[in-house]
């Protein structure tokens, strides 16, 4: 099976940057990828890594090391906007592709 | 459509009764899967369907929960005799079809309360 660690909450002042790290257990898997979800909202997702390294989209970047076991999302220039929860996901399934989600990290962004 | 919908939003129902929920993937997309996601906790997986077959129903927790698809579009996840521990969000994601780096999107979800 699956399992993602990830912490329960993160508090951030607006303007500056917070890393949100996930560790994981796995015998295999696609990739990892992160979601943002608003109270209430639906999950969205915001960015992939099938690689090791760093991806970058806008003001959000993930990271991946296979060897680690260990991702993290980046988020920079924060928003009061980015308050939510953010879940890291692994990607695995023989064929099915199903994402495994971490518990969810929630950001509380302050002025 | 323009997104994945799902309906209703909120199914409130009594220990025992059964429960349908519905999702419509966006158009095209050959590739669905529901999901539940219980209060605070992160989504767990239950079925995935590619076309209208469900090749992988591992996540299904028992023989209450069934789902089908029809016409590469509409599903239906069905919730026999309803207990307690069912209550929670259970969301519809769908992708244009399955693979290592196709974005699964997803819908607002049911909440669904059982009492």
């Known amino acids: 099976g699956q399992s993602l660690e990830q912490p329960s909450e993160v508090t951030a002042v607006e303007g500056a940057i917070v890393q949100i790290n996930c560790t994981y257990q796995t015998s295999g898997f696609y990739g990892l990828s992160w979601y943002q979800q608003h109270d209430g909202g639906a999950p969205t997702f915001l960015s992939y890594n099938a690689l090791d390294g760093l991806e970058e989209t806008g003001r959000f970047s993930s990271f991946l090391s296979r060897s680690d076991s260990y991702g993290y999302l980046l988020l920079q220039e924060l928003q009061m906007k980015d308050s939510a929860s953010y879940f890291c996901a692994l990607l695995t399934g023989a064929g099915s592709y199903q994402l495994t989600f971490g518990k969810g990290t929630k950001l509380s962004v302050i002025p | 459509g323009a997104g994945v919908s799902q309906s209703p939003s909120n199914k409130v129902t009594e220990k025992g009764k059964d429960v349908e929920l519905r999702c419509d993937p966006i158009s095209g997309h050959t590739a669905l899967y529901w999901y539940r996601q219980r209060l605070g906790q992160g989504l767990e997986f239950l079925i995935y369907f590619q076309g209208n077959s469900a090749p992988d129903k591992s996540g299904l927790p028992s023989d209450r929960f069934s789902a089908e698809r029809t016409g590469e579009s509409v599903s239906t996840l069905t919730i026999q005799r309803t207990q307690q521990e069912d209550s929670a969000v259970y969301l519809c994601?769908?992708?244009?079809?399955?693979?290592?780096?196709?974005?699964?999107?997803f819908g607002p979800g049911t909440r669904l309360t059982v009492l």
């Open positions: 994601a769908s992708s244009l079809s399955p693979g290592r780096t196709d974005t699964q999107y």
